[in-house]
């Protein structure tokens, strides 16, 4: 088939890269996928002549919201995939939620990360209980094996012998819902009395007037870089040589960059909210905190107790390995695709 697949494609965002890896399952089927932003579109009559202009038959939406409104009312068959903000935050405004409701209505299946994403969805759209499916992500990390790690230390202007180094590294956007100002404070604090932890946040400047002022709080934090966004392949090569990933989320579908830490055998530490906590199970495959002070005295445990440490990433990587399965996702959306196929229902 020819398939239209709308995400939001911001680069080196979670959504992109889970778009970027469903396509190519897709395309692994033999079907053609034409990868489009949603940003990109104002409204479903673009949608419309794009899909005479592609001859689309069937098309995909990752985000309820963002990318499912736009194929509301084509007459083709779609599917949907949620990306996490859409139940956790755009349900709870009625104009949206309505939409979002309408989507699902007419979409033949949808896709949630998690069994409570599931739950969740189904209380705000009973109607949809019979089609939404648990698919988690499916990693596959890729470090550059040629990645330098004493330059990209120069580079964030690091200046310790990489031997007693300890890099707490925060993936995220830049926007208000990834919270990466909220263990600022604390970890600096912490910096002050032991100089070799670092807090290095990375990720794209997604939203102009918050990373502003993220920079600003950056730049009088002792013990705090910032650096832009960087090839996932540069990253995971960042990830293995870290000390601990941490996430402090306000809210996550799932977050991947968790998920590629277990894999690459680095422990997690994250805030603990639903997203989180259905992939952290404290003190079994990472470590759960709820506040700055915990985050602090729970990476003042992990570095000294490396028996907790290795058990933490042997869990981590078994857990990934289980149930978060590259060769199961593809499965599973070869198979879901195929209820595209055909005008009727199955």
Known sequence: MRLLFLAVLRPHTGNAVTAQRVRAHLEAAGHVCVLKDAFDFESPSEIANLILAENCEAALALHLYRGGR????HRIPFGIIFG????????????????MGRVLEEA?????????????????????KGKIYVQSQGIATTPNAAFNWNTFLQRSEINQSADNLHIFLLICGLRQVKDPLYLVDAFSEWHQEEPSVY??????EVD???TREVKAKVRRAAGVRLIGEMPQEDLHAVVKNCFAVVNSSVSEGMSAAILEAMDLEVPVLARNIPGNAAVVKHEVT???FSNPQEFVHLAKRLLSDPALEKEIVVNGRE???????WQVERDTYQQLIRK??????D
């Open 108 to 128: 033949r299946f949808a896709v949630a990360f998690t069994e409570s994403m599931k739950e969740m969805a189904q209380a705000q759209w009973p109607h949809a």
């Open 84 to 99: 996490g903000t859409d139940v956790n935050e755009d349900a709870n405004q009625e104009e949206k939620n309505t939409v």
């Open 286 to 288: 990472g470590l759960l």
């Open 208 to 210: 102009p007037v918050f």
């Open 199 to 204: 807090l290095v946040i990375a990720g794209p």
């Open 319 to 325: 857990y990934v390995r289980m149930y978060h399965s």
């Open 340 to 345: 595209l196929e055909g005008s009727t229902e």
């Open 70 to 73: 736009l194929l509301q009312g």
